[in-house]
């Protein structure tokens, strides 16, 4: 799969094999132009960040006849990362670009029956999580947050609609849970289903919906999309997204993970960034200046230039950076201060959005 | 287990053997002699139509503190029977003599996920099964219903507290539950230990929570026992009954089934009663009255006069009637209709209250 333009996102995950494995279908240059011709330009399209897809021309046709909404989501089991928050603000452009409603849902209920973390402290990073969403800017006027605890009075009844559809051996297959998976990790996707067809019980007409997510929810909407045509309800289209590498490098699995204790939090402060992404991002450099001058960087594998290529949207400015690490002439360092100042400005004006959040929570739960 | 008294309910099933396979205690006669003093007198006790209990001794310690609470449910596929109806009334006189609240839970999401049935089905069969239940005449000021699906937003929250201490593993054992169950089914149980601490929940101060239930029940509760203590609440206590035979005689599950069409069902118009017993109720008389009056009848495995054993409380003209029965003064024709009869006296009442339950409602519904 090895591509060498600068806004291909590399790593050890192979996502052309992804594609076949999953069923999707590649946004291909002729969807990508209508796409383009029709929403707009967005760099996580041109540059593949968001790459793979289900039945989105059909959700574009859906958007005509005004029945399009958006539906994505959050599992709140600690801080917001970077990895998080690029998936969103490609939801939050889609939602701009399309001006139709997204439920975004929080799987508190997730979390509690995956995590070793007490129900409390789920419900403490629901309500974080909550402000660093409302923080990107999604349009208070349409986008409507469904709590899977909070909520399921309204979502409980429809998830059993879908458990009934689904055998323990789906769901085996699926997730590879086993016997010892406690049973509301076993019953847990019939809940991920439901936003993909609540709409259309609210307001009592068939609404179509569309899934922007990382690619490693898929196996979710998989079974979502076998099983609510079952309840008479079209197939979820979806657009999957690659993932952001982890500070360390592409780890065997890709995916930033907050786990690692390497990841950027949407609450960091400037210098916890530059602090991070000095000392942990895994550098193309040389190991001498001299060395580098005379040999050039790799940006391919060198994640502070990964990480520019989902956050410069400036192609003309990423080439700049790409050429000029490539030549030698811009060292790990300055490469690296380059990132830092790109996440410093959006967090700060984040972390300012966020104060506001505080008092806008009722306007986004449903 | 053979026992010769009128009052003991016969059928293939051995009690005994059950009260061991289950670890449940029989209520012996120093229990007995207990709670008759403490609550008075019950038929449902005096013949061991509820038979067996776990920590009833506690419960009523727990009484006097004022901590205890019943907890008891219906799951709404069909009409309410008299099999259903046994129970309650015995929780009726349990919550009139211990002066306490009642938790009701309508399990409308396991009849859903169980059967093959649609929603509204359930939901209609929900409706109709709590107009039976209010009829029967529980306390309006103390009884809660507890619909699974309208109180998921406080049951759901607290169930998967419960799931998440709860593997496939424990409910393949205790259910028999497989590969091909839905995940729903797999998860239901969850839902089913809610009741037994909600309340704990609700009030805010450690509840302790009395069960009586039929015997089927019990793997449900034995789970409930070992979860609950592990999120800080105390053991339920339950006491558990005998089936009421069906009509057909003792089957080899020896419970009545509204499955096999011959049940009498709380909604039954007088006629109806009256053919149903006259048809099906399997008779322990002979075949012609001329050898009736000289042999005669089998009351041991009479159904009628098994189901007098249940609902006629008086014990001399149950006894007297078992005599009659046994010497072939009382033909197998007069014997039904004395059950008839009470049946009837019953239902008449029943469906009277079950008219003015309509209006009622609201104040059942927590």
Chains 1, 2 share one sequence.
């Not at 574009?60 to 709140?76: A, D, Q």
């Not at 849902?105 to 409302?134: A, P, R």
């Not at 993909?196 to 569309?210: E, N, R, T």
Request: hydrophobic fraction near 40%; include cysteine; aromatic fraction near 12%.
């Amino acid at each position: 799969m090895a591509t060498i333009t600068p806004w291909e996102v590399k790593g050890n995950i192979d996502y052309d094999r992804l594609i076949k494995d999953f069923g999707l279908s590649k946004i291909d240059n002729k969807l990508l132009k209508e796409l383009t011709s029709k929403l707009g330009d967005s760099h996580f399209l041109r540059r593949e960040i968001f790459f793979a897809h289900r039945d989105l021309e059909k959700a574009l046709k859906e958007h005509e006849k005004e029945n399009l909404f958006l539906y994505t989501g959050c599992g709140p089991s600690g801080p917001i990362h970077m990895g998080h928050a690029m998936v969103w603000m490609f939801t939050k452009w889609l939602q701009d670009k399309l001006d139709c409603e997204l439920w975004f849902q929080f799987t508190d209920d997730e979390k509690f029956l995956f995590k070793d973390k007490t129900y409390d402290e789920i419900q403490k990073w629901t309500h974080e999580n909550m402000l660093d969403v409302i923080a990107l800017g999604f349009n208070p006027e349409k986008t409507h947050f469904l709590i899977d605890t909070k909520h399921a009075g309204l979502m409980y009844p429809e998830a059993i609609k879908v458990a009934k559809k689904l055998t323990f051996s789906n769901v085996k297959g699926a997730f590879g849970l086993g016997n010892n998976n406690n049973v509301g990790q076993i019953f847990y996707t019939a809940m991920q289903a439901v936003p993909a067809f609540l709409p259309s019980v609210i307001y009592k007409k068939k609404m179509f919906c569309l899934i922007p997510h990382a690619i490693d929810q898929d196996p979710h909407f998989r079974l979502t999309r076998d099983i609510i045509p079952k309840l008479g309800y079209d197939k979820p289209a979806s657009i999957q997204s690659r993932f952001l590498p982890g500070l360390a490098g592409m780890q065997s699995d890709g995916k930033m993970s907050s786990s690692t204790g390497q990841a950027i939090y949407l609450t960091d402060d400037a210098k916890t960034v530059r602090k991070k992404i000095m000392k942990y991002a895994f550098s193309g450099g040389k190991d001498t200046v001299e060395e580098h001058r005379k040999l050039g960087g790799n940006p391919d594998i060198d994640v502070a230039f990964q990480w520019l290529v989902f956050f410069e949207e400036d192609d003309k400015k990423l080439q700049e950076i790409y050429d000029n690490y490539k030549s030698g002439k811009l060292l790990s360092g300055e490469l690296k201060q380059i990132l830092v100042d790109k996440l410093n400005e959006f967090l700060v004006e984040h972390q300012k959005r966020r104060e506001k959040a505080k008092t806008m929570l009722d306007k986004f739960i449903y």
